[in-house]
């Protein structure tokens, strides 16, 4: 890994906190070393030892005659600074901090942790940890770790790499990968990141030659930019990012003056961030093994059509099911496709779609014909991947299933995944066949369905990544007048603001008070608001009024509205009222941005209304983005079918929304500096357009 080369292959290590009590965690991480095959220089530090392990041992990195590149510190925390001011003086490039007793115990470790990182910046160290696992560089034999790390089983060299902030249970993603017989590059445990972090260490692994996959477990990040920046880098290097994030359920904190920020929280954004780059989810320990297992091939379905063939009918019913809610179909396969098949099925079969080869078919004997089948099923031009149920087979059968399906997979660029229930112990040779091929074997129908589906998605996203790189981030600058920072902006002069950032916006006329505004040339019936820049919830003090059709009404309406805010927020400025023509039909959306402080300017959409609090049928992007992806949110909407018609009522003009919510995006990360919320609610959805019928751009 070229950008912490010496840290991950050095070429010195030393390893100070050595000890005859073996659970130390410099006694573990020397003998790791050790054991593991380390083959560059080894020096453990203690001044109680003359020799330890049969190496020569030093009082202190000083004493140490050679230049280091490594340090590995596992002494109580009290004494981690002075080691890593000797570190300093030796000009050792990276240290390694087992040791715990930092921020995550209180005021004193905050301070020690600040002056950790002050030593190590000034003198130009890079640190990873402390409180943390350490790593293991497992091609090289470097490991520079205690606890788990270290124990049996040792994993096998492949190509995935892991990195996670907990290194205990990010070890347990490492061992139920390497069960399914996957290897690893590197295992990185990052514990309090005060230096290095996770995403630094994501990016270094896409510039490493022999990473080809990344899991990640993390706990949260100070920088969603930046992780969403590396996270389009893996996607258009290819090598897809596995991503487990824990505390899911926290909220995050919630401005009193946004509907919109109410109605979401920041693992929202977290997974707005997944469908923006490609970053797969996990959830599950198995979701790990079963998305590895089926990217090893590095092939994906460029559509949404599934074929599949088998001896369980069962199976293929599961895979249907579970298939269909990740957006995968059964295609209906071709006649001339139907056609080849009927030459290779028994008659009791099926060769339409699901594939019915019936009970025994797969033998030694029949392998000729289930190669041809396979190759039909391939060949035809709506399906996009095939899933092949070889359910409860024995050894034999798979295995000869497998000798066909390898040798038809190298020849094409569609996918095969395999499901088998049959017992591992009994079905080792075919698996192994299966893996020799970078065929994935999955353990159940519906677990196939989601890792077809997980290829289907991450390929569609990398393609538009790659066909239109920096769409989502043109036109940013200029695309509205500037907003002043602290200052509050009534309904009007965000309205204003909006409506030049291109957002259509309704038909307004202030007044200052009644008998001031004729009916004649408005559309009716109207809406009368209350504008005020210190009342952002007008109708929760009256500021309301709506359906007025006559001037006496309309007159009426204003007084009330000024009489009401003015009785229920004495100390309010009023600017008069706001007179506005109703829009009617369509439906009703509620749109806005929430600057968040780890994610920046993100847009939020949802049902509005009355199912704005309801339902809290919401999708997110993080800012900015361009129409494309803004269909992507829209299509996330549980109300979306209701935008394209149903009863007889007429479709909403989808691509106007689409549109609205990118010119909101691009407002959004112009003035990020600028404007803490904006809320538009509600957005009104119409046959022929958009139009914000109310707004609220609240500054920082």
Known sequence: MKTFEHLFEPRAIAVVGVSDDSARPGTQALRALVKNGFQGRLFP?????????????????????????????????????????????????????????????????????RRLLEIAQTAGIRLLGPNCLGFANIHAGVYAAFGSITRPPKLQRGSVSLVTQSGGF????????????????????????????????????IDDEETRSIVVYIEGTSD????????????????????????????????????????????????ALFRQTGIV????????????????????????????????????????????????????????????????????GAVHNPIDLTAGYFSAANQTKLETAVRAALADPGVHALCVNLATTGQAGSLAAAQVLVRVAQESAKPIVVFSSTPV???????????????????????????????????RIRERLLAAPAAAESNVAGAAPTVQA?????????????????????????????????????????VVKVVSPDIPHKTEVGGVRLGIASQAALDEAIAEVLANARRHVPQARIEGALVSEMVRGGFELIAGVVNDEVFGPVVVVGAGGIYAEVLKDTASRIAPFDEATAFDMLGELRCRPILDGVRGAPACDVGAIASALAALSRFAWAHRDQVREVDINPLFALPDGVVAADALVVPL
């Open 425 to 459: 112990a009994e079905n080792a040779q075919a698996l192994a066949e299966f893996a020799k091929g970078a065929v994935p074997v999955l353990r159940s129908p519906s677990r196939a369905a989601r890792a077809v589906a997980t290829l289907a998605d991450y390929h």
């Open 45 to 113: 530090v203690n001044p109680k030892y003359e020799a330890f392990d049969g190496l020569p041992c030093f009082a202190s990195i000083d004493a140490i005659p050679e230049a280091v590149d490594l340090v590995v510190i596992g002494v109580p925390a009290g004494g981690v600074l002075a080691v890593l001011e000797s570190c300093a003086r030796k000009k050792v490039g990276y240290a390694v901090i087992l040791s715990g007793g930092f921020r995550e115990s209180g005021p004193e470790g905050i301070e020690r942790e």
């Open 170 to 205: 990010g070890y347990s993603i490492a061992l139920a990968c390497a069960e399914a017989g996957i290897g690893f590059r590197h295992v990185i445990a990052t514990g309090n990141e005060t230096d290095i972090d996770t995403i630094q260490l994501i990016d270094a692994l």
């Open 281 to 348: 989810e996990i959830q599950e320990l198995h979701e790990a093994v079963d998305y590895l297992l089926a990217f090893e091939g590095r092939r994906y379905p460029t559509g949404n059509g599934v074929a599949v063939m088998g001896v369980s009918g069962g199976s293929a019913i599961v895979f249907a099911d579970a298939g269909e809610r990740r957006g995968l179909q059964l295609c209906e396969l071709s006649a001339q496709t139907q056609q080849a098949l009927a030459g290779v099925v028994p008659n009791i």
């Open 224 to 271: 969603g930019r930046a992780l969403l920046d590396v996270g389009r880098r893996a996607l258009a290097a290819g090598k897809p990012v596995l991503l487990w994030k824990g505390g899911v359920t926290e909220q995050g904190a919630k401005a009193a003056e946004s509907h919109t920020a109410s109605m979401t929280g920041t693992y929202d954004f977290y997974r």
């Open 486 to 526: 602290g200052k509050p902006l009534s309904e009007t002069e965000s309205k204003a603001v909006l409506a030049a950032a291109g957002i259509p916006v309704s038909r307004d006329v202030m007044v200052p008070g009644p008998g001031t505004l004729s009916i004649e040339g408005l559309r009716l019936p109207l």
